[in-house]
């Protein structure tokens, strides 16, 4: 029996630092490692547990089956949305040496932590084999290229900046559900008419989901240049406009629900805004697939729109999956690999995740309108990358990061958030 991730790991479960596994990111074993002469079982890690997520990964598996008949499939899932949850066991695991065949991971500078702790191969020859640089769009091939090298394979690309709304709320309150707001001072003008209604304006649930909003409200005051500058040293965190930012967020946090850190993950906070309890909900588009799954219909049960503020703006994130270092079965993984990036198993993963695909050459049928919408504004938005998920910064950064954001949802202290993540970011750009 193959070995399995524990949630059992000790105290170094509760460590988001990655420690190196004692592998090596130029294994022989990996790199003449043939998919067609695959055996046993893959071991694959992810945080698509349950919902939609898992109906993702189910259609995706279904294909692999298909592809790899020969192979059967361990499903590793974590519970928990961002991978808040999976994120910290996976790195025990790595640290004890004991990685699965292939991880999920989120494209971007999250991957940053693993390639200086020597955990991942290198994959730049896969991509060769497989022609996906011809098929994947340049924007994504630049966020996955670390000095010259690729490590991971993309299933899929999310937008993190998207509103969801009810219409019936938003038409009680006396709002056109078909003209969102503009900016951030129309948006709050509303949410004060929705809140005279009655209905929480804005749901949101445990700390992830207030790092996303923070980085949405950080977008909507900057800018894409400004928000970017965040990141690459440019912007300065102490400046009056990132002060502006932060005001502007904790304005925003003053029209969520009250049990807002008692929600387990996103569901929940998505789900108030389906039964009507809520108006708004900010969240990527995986949101898309719960909607289309719970028997919702876009323009007549919800709406969709950029967050108010960014429009023009395609805030990046993407699902990927990696092949560790020292897998068990380096072959079958690089299987599982093909399959995520083949047609078959794009147009099938994502046609239930609500995203959108990697490649660009995948038929868009059985896609929705929103999806039809999101692959248009990808090819002509200005792309930036998600802070929340592991885009923007690696996972330390976002780590110190999403605890000061979360001490902010108690305190409301401006001054101190502002210069708590001034100091995170001359630490991390050292």
């Not at 695959?38 to 598996?61: H, R, Y």
């Not at 695991?93 to 699965?100: E, K, M, R, T, V």
């Not at 949405?216 to 440019?234: K, R």
């Amino acid at each position: 029996m193959r070995r399995r991730i524990s949630m059992l790991a000790g105290a170094a479960v509760l460590s988001l630092t990655l420690a190196a596994c004692g592998g090596s990111g130029s294994s022989p074993s990996a790199d003449e490692a043939n998919p067609a002469e695959a055996t046993g079982e893959v071991g694959v890690f992810t945080w698509w547990a349950d919902g939609s997520e898992k109906a993702g990964l189910d259609a995706l598996v279904k294909i692999f089956n298909d592809q790899y008949p020969d192979l059967k499939f361990d499903n590793l899932a974590v519970a928990g949305g961002a991978g808040s949850q999976a994120k910290s066991v996976l790195a025990a695991q790595l640290q004890a040496g004991n990685p699965p065949d292939s991880f999920q991971a989120h494209a971007g500078a999250e991957l940053q932590d693993y390639i200086v702790a020597d955990q991942l191969e290198d994959l730049s020859s896969f991509y060769e084999s497989e022609d996906l640089t011809s098929v994947f769009p340049k924007d994504l091939l630049d966020r996955l290229t670390v000095d010259g090298k690729i490590y991971s394979v993309p299933s899929n690309i999310h937008r993190a900046n998207v509103v969801w709304a009810n219409v019936e709320v938003l038409e009680k309150a006396g709002l056109d559900p078909e003209k969102p707001p503009a900016d951030l001072d129309e948006w709050f003008a509303a949410m004060d008419k929705i809140k005279a209604t009655g209905v929480t304006p804005l749901a949101v649930a445990g700390t992830w989901t207030q790092v996303q909003l923070f980085e949405n409200i950080m977008l909507a005051t900057l800018g894409a240049e400004g928000y970017n500058g965040l990141w690459d040293g440019s912007t300065d965190w102490s400046s009056a406009e990132v002060t502006k930012g932060i005001e502007n967020y904790k304005k925003a946090l003053s029209y969520t629900n009250s049990d807002r850190n008692t929600l387990s993950d996103w569901g929940p906070a998505t789900q108030l805004v389906e039964d009507g309890s809520a108006a708004y909900n900010v969240m990527g588009d995986w949101a898309e697939a719960k909607f289309q799954q719970d028997g919702m219909v876009a323009g007549e049960d919800y709406v969709y729109f950029p967050t108010p503020g960014t429009e023009g703006v395609f805030d990046f994130l993407a699902d990927s999956f990696t092949l560790p270092a020292g897998a068990p079965n380096p072959a079958g993984a690089k299987a599982w690999l093909k399959t995520i990036s083949s047609v078959e198993g794009q147009e099938a993963f994502n046609a239930a995740k609500g995203s959108i695909p990697a490649r660009t050459d995948v038929p868009t049928d059985n896609f929705s309108e929103y999806q039809k919408s999101a692959i248009e504004d990808f090819s002509s938005d200005t792309i930036v990358s998600s802070l929340a998920h592991g885009a923007a910064v690696p996972i330390s950064w976002l780590n110190e990061l999403s605890t000061a954001v979360s001490k902010f949802e108690g305190t409301g202290d401006v001054d101190a958030l502002q210069k708590s993540a001034a100091s995170i970011a001359e630490k991390f750009s050292q």
